[in-house]
């Protein structure tokens, strides 16, 4: 794994690992992500959870071909319902699945998000069944040795930051963590800066995101090509979230995600890295 030592105001920080989103290959591309991704020159890559039906079966397939490119699985990404207590078991095996493949790896989160939008806000009791879905998938990825982290959309459970203070306040510190994704707080009129000051001692993982600054942009992020501009010609204020990582000496996975651009996706991630290398103030040269 690389390690890029940065310096910034004095303040060190001695390794952040970038890896990139697979999911704009789609689910065929499965390989052909894993050798582009590294050709890029990044640590890592993330899947959608879907690739754990493709490899579970398989996992020394999928293992021999991270290290011959050298790769690491920085995480899988999985939508759960998350206030349907009839579906709650279910959900939690589902993502306990995900956690076993993440764990075999020796590797990365699992980052959780709520899978619909949301027409009301939750009640109480919905907020109650929806923390104790988290945090029982908490307990069984630590049982994996990987942690949970949960990532706020917006529209969807938790788009502001009261609504996030409150999911962390409700769950155990020990077994649930927060992954900051930048398009997603920008949509919701989250500052990502601050919200990572804030929940410092939660943070697991981060995603750097861009999304249309029009005033006529959509409520909602989409993986659509064409939905999302060129990374870093957005609206997402990556210079400020780099200063607050190195503020906070942040030192897990950033993750790129080039979703909704319309470039090829080799193209983009690559372009992506270079703006993250060389124009995000994280690794000043």
């Not at 945090?135 to 990532?151: Q, S, T, W």
């Amino acid at each position: 794994m690389k390690t890029r030592d940065t310096s910034t105001e004095g303040i060190t920080v001695a390794e952040i690992r970038l890896s990139c989103y697979a999911a704009p290959w789609g689910g065929e591309g499965s390989i052909k992500a894993i050798t582009d991704i590294a050709e890029c020159g990044y640590d890592g890559l993330e899947f959608p959870a879907a690739v754990v039906q493709r490899f579970e079966d398989r996992l020394h397939v999928f293992e021999e071909i991270l290290d011959t490119t050298g790769l690491k699985l920085s995480g899988l990404l999985q939508n759960v319902n998350l206030t349907d207590p009839e579906k709650a078991d279910e959900q939690v095996e589902r993502a306990a699945n995900s956690a076993r493949f993440a764990g075999a790896t020796g590797q990365g989160n699992l980052i959780i998000c709520h899978s619909e939008p949301l027409a009301e806000p939750l009640d109480d009791e919905g907020w109650t069944t929806a923390a104790a879905i988290i945090e029982e998938i908490g307990h069984r990825c630590r049982d994996f040795g990987i942690n949970l982290c949960f990532m706020p959309k917006a529209r969807h459970f938790a788009d502001s930051d009261r609504d996030i203070r409150r999911v962390l306040a409700m769950t155990n510190p020990e077994v649930v963590h927060l992954a900051v994704d930048t398009a997603e707080l920008t949509l919701s009129e989250i500052d990502p800066a601050k919200a990572i000051k804030t929940n410092a001692s939660r943070l697991k993982a981060v995603r750097f995101r861009d999304v249309s600054g029009s005033k006529r942009r959509a409520e909602t992020t989409s993986s659509r090509p064409g939905t999302a501009p060129q990374f870093g010609r957005g609206a997402a204020k990556f210079e400020a979230v780099a200063k607050a990582l190195v503020d906070i000496k942040y030192d897990g996975w950033i993750t790129v995600d080039i979703s909704g651009e319309s470039a090829v996706p080799k193209e983009a991630a690559a372009a992506g890295y270079r703006y993250v290398l060389r124009r995000s103030g994280l690794y000043p040269y």
